[in-house]
Nanobody
Framework: QLQLVESGGGLVQPGGSLRLSCAAS????????IGWFRQAPGKEREGVSW????????YYRDSGKGRFTISRDNAKNTVYLQMNSLKPEDTAVYYC???????????WGQGTQVTVSS
């Protein structure tokens, strides 16, 4: 079965950190660009960060620049999102997406809840 599984979410106080993981099973992430998205209650899903399949170029939404770091470990078939200095407005369900660079076929994970609250 081809799937992405996110983990690492939870409840954290403002200013805290979390590291989200996105693990693929049934396929290899080597030829996939990976994106992290989030959806807060009542809001549309938005992109947070992306990493390319080859050279590992990274991109960030302005709200995450300087606080979030995306990385990939192809040996572990996993992509990470390190989130520091978390704010209440970062509260959302976070999803990872894998898009094949040639076929553009993509996969979504089931999401992991991140709640930033004191």
């Amino acid at each position: 079965q081809l799937q992405l599984v996110e983990s690492g979410g939870g409840l954290v106080q403002p200013g805290g950190s979390l590291r989200l993981s996105c693990a693929a099973s049934g396929f290899t992430l080597d030829y996939y660009a990976i994106g992290w998205f989030r959806q807060a209650p009542g809001k549309e899903r938005e992109g947070v960060s992306w990493i390319s399949s080859s050279e590992g170029s990274t991109y960030y939404r302005d709200s995450g620049k300087g606080r979030f770091t995306i990385s990939r470990d192809n040996a572990k078939n996993t992509v990470y999102l390190q989130m520091n200095s978390l704010k209440p407005e970062d509260t959302a369900v976070y999803y990872c997406n894998a898009r094949h660079t040639a076929t553009l076929r993509d996969y979504w994970g089931q999401g992991t809840q991140v709640t930033v609250s004191s």
